[in-house]
Structure formats: structure tokens, C-alpha cells
């Protein structure tokens, strides 16, 4: 399977400790996004990388968060001293430049528990 | 800023059609699309539309776009059980993310 891939499935921390996780986009492609759903709600973007250069970070995303892309190729997001409002699926996607915001591929997402 | 609305819940007998709704207002959105997400499943990208279409085809899928009134809609031809499925609209505007409304749960009745 070349789909985009997102390890841990599920996390379970506790609250203050920090978590990190990581995304495989599809190998070919140069674009990766990371989001955060939480129940009953559509994706929120936090931020792209186009390659390994963070192009856009959303204001949710605060100082808390990390994410890199080092070598251009997987993504991890870091979460430090996380808060049970941190509970949420974060998924990741990724796209070919060649199309833009066209098919970007989701992976299966990591979810989140805070406790 | 940009907004994306959609119905909540839209339940349909399994064979009729179903037509998915959805408004958003960035009067420069250049693509808008339609992704499915089934339960404990990642997002499918199911089709997507140029803001300069009217309509869009694709086997059982059909896709409307009124740029006028900012209006999106999605028709399921010959609805099966495995189209249920939360569908959500999302709207690329001029940015480089995406703006998502909230999801339709489409329940299909055998």
C-alpha cells in the first residue's frame, strides 16, 4: 500500500506529558498538510510544508505545537505539555505541487485522549 | 472570513437519489470539492469542480456549482448502504488550505 500513513493510530497520555507523531506521505509527493478534526466537526487546517519549508502555520496552532519535515519526506508534530482540549484525530495529507490544492490523499489520522 | 455550511443529516431509501447541499461564501474560491469519510476511515477525495463549471460527472456522482448564490451540491445516483458516510464540502478559495463545512451524515435505508 502507497497511501499516506500516520503512526500512532491512537495515543493515550495523560495531561503535561508530551506526544509526537508522525506522517509518510505518498513518496512522490511534495506537498504535506496536517489537520485536527474533533466530533462533528469538518478538518482545521494547522499547517503545509511544500518540501521541508513550513509555509503556513494556522493560528491554532500555537507555541505548544511543532511540526517538521526535515528531509522533505516524513512530517512529525510534536505536542508539548498537552491539554485535554489537545483530545482531537490529527490527520495528515498530502499532494503532488504539479496539481496544487487538487486530490490531496488523507491518511488514516492518529487520535488523540488526554486524560 | 471564509465559511462553508452544510445540512447535518440527510436520510435517503437505498436505489432513490441523494443530493447533498452546501454554501460557502469566498467569492474567490477556484475549486470546491466533495471528500467522503466513513467510520474509522480516512478522508476520500470523491470529486471536485473548477469554479468556472457548471457541472461536473462522474459515474453516480454529479456535481452542481451555482457561483451566483455560492451554491455546491452533490447528487449520489442509485444510492447504496455503502454510501453512508459523513460528506463534507470544502472550498480551496485563493489560499493554499482548505475551508471545510461540517459534515453530512448520509444514512441509507435498505
Known amino acids: 500500500d502507497t497511501g499516506v500513513s500516520q503512526n500512532p493510530r491512537h495515543k493515550i497520555t495523560k495531561r503535561g506529558q508530551n506526544v509526537t507523531f508522525r506522517c509518510d506521505p505518498i513518496?512522490?509527493?511534495?506537498?504535506l498538510y496536517w489537520y485536527r478534526q474533533t466530533l462533528g466537526q469538518g478538518p482545521e487546517f494547522l499547517t503545509y510544508?511544500?518540501?521541508?519549508?513550513?509555509?503556513?502555520k494556522s493560528r491554532l496552532l500555537s507555541d505548544r505545537f511543532s511540526a517538521e519535515r526535515p528531509k522533505g519526506s516524513f512530517s512529525t508534530l510534536e505536542i508539548q505539555r498537552t491539554e485535554q482540549g489537545d483530545s482531537a484525530m490529527y490527520l495528515c495529507?498530502?499532494?503532488?505541487?504539479?496539481?496544487?490544492?487538487?486530490?490531496?490523499?488523507f491518511g488514516p489520522g492518529t487520535r488523540l485522549t488526554v486524560t | 472570513g471564509e465559511d462553508v455550511e452544510q445540512s447535518l443529516f440527510l436520510s435517503v431509501r437505498e436505489g432513490d437519489s441523494s443530493v447533498i447541499n452546501c454554501t460557502y461564501t469566498?467569492?474567490?474560491?477556484?475549486?470546491l470539492y466533495w471528500y467522503k469519510q466513513e467510520p474509522g476511515a480516512g478522508l476520500q477525495l470523491l470529486t471536485y469542480?473548477?469554479?468556472n463549471m457548471d457541472m461536473k460527472q462522474d459515474q453516480r456522482l454529479t456535481v452542481l456549482l451555482n457561483k451566483k448564490d455560492k451554491h455546491l451540491s452533490l447528487r449520489i445516483a442509485d444510492t447504496q448502504t455503502g454510501d453512508s458516510a459523513i460528506y463534507f464540502c470544502?472550498?480551496?478559495?485563493?489560499?493554499?488550505?482548505?475551508?471545510w463545512g461540517l459534515g453530512t451524515s448520509l444514512a441509507v435505508n435498505p
Open positions: 469542480i473548477f469554479s
Open positions: 469566498d467569492s474567490s474560491s477556484t475549486y
Open positions: 470544502a472550498d480551496a478559495g485563493n489560499n493554499r488550505k482548505l475551508i
Open positions: 513518496s512522490e509527493h511534495n506537498r
Open positions: 510544508f511544500q518540501n521541508e519549508a513550513q509555509l503556513e
Open positions: 495529507a498530502s499532494s503532488a505541487s504539479t496539481r496544487g490544492m487538487l486530490e490531496q490523499y
